[in-house]
Protein backbone atom coordinates (compact mmCIF):
# COMPACT_ATOMS: atom_id res chain seq x y z
CA UNK A 1 0.00 0.00 0.00
CA UNK A 2 1.49 3.54 -1.14
CA UNK A 3 0.40 5.45 2.00
CA UNK A 4 0.51 2.85 4.63
CA UNK A 5 0.78 4.31 8.60
CA UNK A 6 0.31 7.84 6.66
CA UNK A 7 -1.74 10.68 8.36
CA UNK A 8 -4.27 11.99 5.86
CA UNK A 9 -6.04 15.64 6.08
CA UNK A 10 -8.26 16.18 2.98
CA UNK A 11 -10.30 19.72 2.66
CA UNK A 12 -13.76 19.28 0.94
CA UNK A 13 -13.80 15.87 1.11
CA UNK A 14 -17.39 15.14 1.91
CA UNK A 15 -18.37 14.75 -1.84
CA UNK A 16 -16.85 15.17 -5.08
CA UNK A 17 -12.87 14.88 -5.39
CA UNK A 18 -12.37 15.11 -2.27
CA UNK A 19 -14.27 11.90 -1.01
CA UNK A 20 -12.63 10.02 -3.82
CA UNK A 21 -9.49 11.13 -2.34
CA UNK A 22 -10.67 10.22 1.20
CA UNK A 23 -11.70 7.01 -0.10
CA UNK A 24 -8.58 6.17 -2.20
CA UNK A 25 -5.74 7.38 0.43
CA UNK A 26 -7.85 5.03 3.00
CA UNK A 27 -7.44 1.98 0.88
CA UNK A 28 -3.71 2.75 0.26
CA UNK A 29 -3.09 2.21 4.55
CA UNK A 30 -3.76 5.80 5.22
CA UNK A 31 -5.20 7.51 8.23
CA UNK A 32 -7.81 9.79 7.22
CA UNK A 33 -9.13 12.95 8.47
CA UNK A 34 -12.19 14.39 6.65
CA UNK A 35 -12.59 17.97 6.82
CA UNK A 36 -15.53 20.02 5.85
CA UNK A 37 -17.98 22.14 6.45
CA UNK A 38 -21.10 19.73 5.52
CA UNK A 39 -22.26 16.83 8.05
CA UNK A 40 -22.01 14.89 5.34
CA UNK A 41 -18.46 13.78 5.85
CA UNK A 42 -19.53 12.09 8.71
CA UNK A 43 -21.14 9.67 6.60
CA UNK A 44 -18.26 9.74 4.73
CA UNK A 45 -15.94 8.70 7.25
CA UNK A 46 -18.08 6.71 8.81
CA UNK A 47 -17.50 3.97 5.53
CA UNK A 48 -13.81 3.89 6.10
CA UNK A 49 -11.19 1.72 8.47
CA UNK A 50 -8.52 4.45 10.34
CA UNK A 51 -11.13 7.68 9.14
CA UNK A 52 -12.95 10.60 11.59
CA UNK A 53 -14.65 13.94 10.41
CA UNK A 54 -13.85 17.33 12.04
CA UNK A 55 -16.63 19.65 10.88
CA UNK A 56 -14.65 22.75 9.45
CA UNK A 57 -15.46 26.63 7.90
CA UNK A 58 -11.86 27.07 5.99
CA UNK A 59 -13.07 30.81 6.17
CA UNK A 60 -12.55 30.47 10.06
CA UNK A 61 -8.32 30.29 11.02
CA UNK A 62 -9.47 28.93 14.38
CA UNK A 63 -11.27 26.52 13.11
CA UNK A 64 -8.56 25.39 10.62
CA UNK A 65 -6.35 25.24 13.90
CA UNK A 66 -8.56 23.56 15.52
CA UNK A 67 -9.15 20.95 12.48
CA UNK A 68 -5.31 20.21 12.55
CA UNK A 69 -4.84 20.16 16.36
CA UNK A 70 -7.88 17.03 15.99
CA UNK A 71 -6.11 14.79 13.32
CA UNK A 72 -3.07 15.30 14.93
CA UNK A 73 -4.12 13.86 18.32
CA UNK A 74 -6.16 11.49 16.98
CA UNK A 75 -3.78 9.60 14.60
CA UNK A 76 -0.08 10.98 16.01
CA UNK A 77 0.99 13.09 13.97
CA UNK A 78 0.50 14.70 10.22
CA UNK A 79 2.26 13.58 6.69
CA UNK A 80 -0.16 14.45 4.03
CA UNK A 81 -1.89 17.99 3.84
CA UNK A 82 -4.81 17.63 0.67
CA UNK A 83 -6.26 21.37 0.41
CA UNK A 84 -9.27 20.54 -1.91
CA UNK A 85 -12.04 22.15 -0.35
CA UNK A 86 -13.56 24.83 -3.32
CA UNK A 87 -16.73 26.53 -4.27
CA UNK A 88 -17.40 29.15 -7.16
CA UNK A 89 -19.99 31.46 -8.97
CA UNK A 90 -20.66 31.85 -12.68
CA UNK A 91 -21.46 35.28 -13.09
CA UNK A 92 -20.32 38.31 -15.22
CA UNK A 93 -17.27 40.42 -13.69
CA UNK A 94 -19.54 43.61 -14.06
CA UNK A 95 -22.74 41.17 -12.06
CA UNK A 96 -20.10 40.10 -9.09
CA UNK A 97 -21.11 41.16 -6.02
CA UNK A 98 -18.18 41.95 -3.83
CA UNK A 99 -19.76 39.45 -0.89
CA UNK A 100 -19.44 36.58 -3.28
CA UNK A 101 -15.75 37.23 -4.61
CA UNK A 102 -14.77 37.52 -0.84
CA UNK A 103 -16.45 34.33 -0.18
CA UNK A 104 -14.60 32.26 -2.84
CA UNK A 105 -11.20 34.13 -2.26
CA UNK A 106 -11.57 33.33 1.77
CA UNK A 107 -12.18 29.63 1.12
CA UNK A 108 -10.42 28.65 -1.89
CA UNK A 109 -7.12 30.58 -2.05
CA UNK A 110 -7.25 31.99 1.66
CA UNK A 111 -8.09 28.66 2.96
CA UNK A 112 -5.39 26.49 1.48
CA UNK A 113 -2.73 29.60 2.92
CA UNK A 114 -3.71 28.94 6.45
CA UNK A 115 -4.28 25.41 6.18
CA UNK A 116 -0.55 25.49 4.78
CA UNK A 117 0.53 27.70 7.52
CA UNK A 118 -0.99 25.33 10.77
CA UNK A 119 0.22 21.93 9.40
CA UNK A 120 3.69 22.73 8.24
CA UNK A 121 4.56 22.58 12.12
CA UNK A 122 3.16 19.78 12.38
CA UNK A 123 4.78 18.36 9.02
CA UNK A 124 8.91 19.56 9.80
CA UNK A 125 10.26 17.63 11.97
CA UNK A 126 9.40 14.17 9.37
CA UNK A 127 8.96 15.78 6.33
CA UNK A 128 5.72 15.22 4.10
CA UNK A 129 3.56 16.27 1.15
CA UNK A 130 0.72 19.15 0.47
CA UNK A 131 -1.16 18.91 -2.39
CA UNK A 132 -2.97 21.76 -3.62
CA UNK A 133 -6.15 21.24 -5.72
CA UNK A 134 -5.76 23.80 -8.67
CA UNK A 135 -7.65 24.17 -12.09
CA UNK A 136 -7.29 23.92 -15.34
CA UNK A 137 -9.19 27.28 -15.15
CA UNK A 138 -5.96 28.90 -13.77
CA UNK A 139 -4.44 28.21 -17.14
CA UNK A 140 -6.90 29.55 -19.54
CA UNK A 141 -10.15 32.03 -19.05
CA UNK A 142 -13.73 31.11 -19.37
CA UNK A 143 -16.57 33.94 -18.84
CA UNK A 144 -18.04 34.58 -15.99
CA UNK A 145 -15.85 32.45 -13.54
CA UNK A 146 -13.25 35.33 -12.89
CA UNK A 147 -13.15 35.36 -8.72
CA UNK A 148 -12.92 30.93 -9.45
CA UNK A 149 -10.42 31.31 -11.84
CA UNK A 150 -8.37 33.88 -10.26
CA UNK A 151 -8.41 31.51 -7.22
CA UNK A 152 -6.65 28.95 -8.67
CA UNK A 153 -4.52 30.51 -10.62
CA UNK A 154 -3.36 32.24 -6.80
CA UNK A 155 -3.24 28.83 -5.65
CA UNK A 156 -0.56 27.92 -8.64
CA UNK A 157 1.96 30.97 -7.29
CA UNK A 158 1.30 29.77 -3.48
CA UNK A 159 2.50 26.56 -4.78
CA UNK A 160 5.77 27.52 -5.65
CA UNK A 161 6.60 29.58 -3.10
CA UNK A 162 5.51 27.31 -0.58
CA UNK A 163 7.62 24.55 -2.49
CA UNK A 164 10.47 26.67 -2.33
CA UNK A 165 10.33 27.60 1.32
CA UNK A 166 9.92 24.42 2.50
CA UNK A 167 12.65 22.23 0.62
CA UNK A 168 14.94 22.13 3.60
CA UNK A 169 12.00 20.70 5.77
CA UNK A 170 11.54 17.95 3.06
CA UNK A 171 8.18 19.01 2.49
CA UNK A 172 7.11 18.68 -1.20
CA UNK A 173 4.30 21.22 -2.65
CA UNK A 174 2.46 20.36 -5.60
CA UNK A 175 -0.92 21.62 -7.31
CA UNK A 176 -3.15 18.88 -9.23
CA UNK A 177 -5.12 21.11 -11.87
CA UNK A 178 -8.56 19.02 -12.59
CA UNK A 179 -10.93 19.84 -15.74
CA UNK A 180 -14.13 19.42 -15.75
CA UNK A 181 -15.30 16.72 -13.38
CA UNK A 182 -17.95 14.87 -12.72
CA UNK A 183 -19.16 16.23 -9.66
CA UNK A 184 -21.75 17.38 -7.28
CA UNK A 185 -20.75 20.63 -7.40
CA UNK A 186 -20.44 20.78 -11.55
CA UNK A 187 -23.71 19.05 -12.14
CA UNK A 188 -26.01 20.30 -9.32
CA UNK A 189 -28.69 22.37 -11.27
CA UNK A 190 -27.32 22.18 -15.05
CA UNK A 191 -29.39 20.80 -17.78
CA UNK A 192 -28.44 17.88 -20.00
CA UNK A 193 -27.73 20.41 -23.00
CA UNK A 194 -25.35 22.31 -21.00
CA UNK A 195 -23.81 19.23 -19.61
CA UNK A 196 -22.91 18.27 -23.40
CA UNK A 197 -21.48 21.58 -23.97
CA UNK A 198 -19.22 21.03 -21.72
CA UNK A 199 -18.01 18.09 -22.67
CA UNK A 200 -17.32 19.16 -26.21
CA UNK A 201 -14.78 21.98 -24.73
CA UNK A 202 -13.11 18.57 -23.62
CA UNK A 203 -10.64 17.26 -26.42
CA UNK A 204 -11.17 13.91 -24.74
CA UNK A 205 -15.08 14.29 -25.40
CA UNK A 206 -16.19 13.70 -21.78
CA UNK A 207 -16.01 15.01 -18.08
CA UNK A 208 -13.66 13.27 -16.13
CA UNK A 209 -14.66 11.54 -12.84
CA UNK A 210 -13.41 11.97 -9.27
CA UNK A 211 -11.58 8.47 -9.35
CA UNK A 212 -9.41 9.54 -11.50
CA UNK A 213 -8.71 13.00 -10.22
CA UNK A 214 -7.81 10.69 -7.01
CA UNK A 215 -5.28 8.73 -8.37
CA UNK A 216 -3.27 12.23 -9.50
CA UNK A 217 -4.04 13.01 -5.92
CA UNK A 218 -2.48 9.79 -4.72
CA UNK A 219 0.31 10.28 -7.30
CA UNK A 220 1.30 13.51 -5.42
CA UNK A 221 0.90 12.36 -1.83
CA UNK A 222 3.42 9.31 -2.60
CA UNK A 223 6.76 8.26 -2.60
CA UNK A 224 6.03 7.69 -6.38
CA UNK A 225 6.47 11.78 -6.91
CA UNK A 226 9.58 11.85 -4.72
CA UNK A 227 11.30 14.22 -7.15
CA UNK A 228 8.25 16.50 -7.69
CA UNK A 229 7.98 20.06 -5.90
CA UNK A 230 6.42 23.45 -6.65
CA UNK A 231 5.16 21.63 -9.85
CA UNK A 232 1.24 21.81 -11.77
CA UNK A 233 0.07 18.20 -12.91
CA UNK A 234 -2.89 18.65 -15.25
CA UNK A 235 -5.63 16.33 -15.13
CA UNK A 236 -7.49 17.70 -18.00
CA UNK A 237 -8.58 15.86 -20.66
CA UNK A 238 -6.43 17.67 -23.07
CA UNK A 239 -8.22 21.19 -22.74
CA UNK A 240 -4.85 23.14 -22.10
CA UNK A 241 -3.25 21.09 -24.66
CA UNK A 242 -5.54 22.09 -26.98
CA UNK A 243 -5.55 25.92 -25.87
Keep these: MKLDGKVALITGAAS ?5 VAELFAK ?3 KVAIVDISPAGKNVAGRLENAIFIRTDLRKEDDIKKAIDCACKAF ?6 VNNAGIGKNVLIEEMGI ?9 NLR ?3 LCIKHAVPRMKKHGGAIVNVASE ?7 GWSAYAASKGGILQLTKVAAVELMAHNI ?5 CPGPTATPM ?6 EKERERIEKLVPMGRLGTPEEIAKAALFLASDDSTFMTGASLLVDGGIVAKE
Design 16 to 20: GIGKA
Design 186 to 191: LLKGIT
Design 137 to 143: LAFVGDP
Design 111 to 113: GYF
Design 76 to 81: GGLDIL
Design 28 to 30: EGA
Design 172 to 176: RVNAL
Design 99 to 107: EDWDNIMET
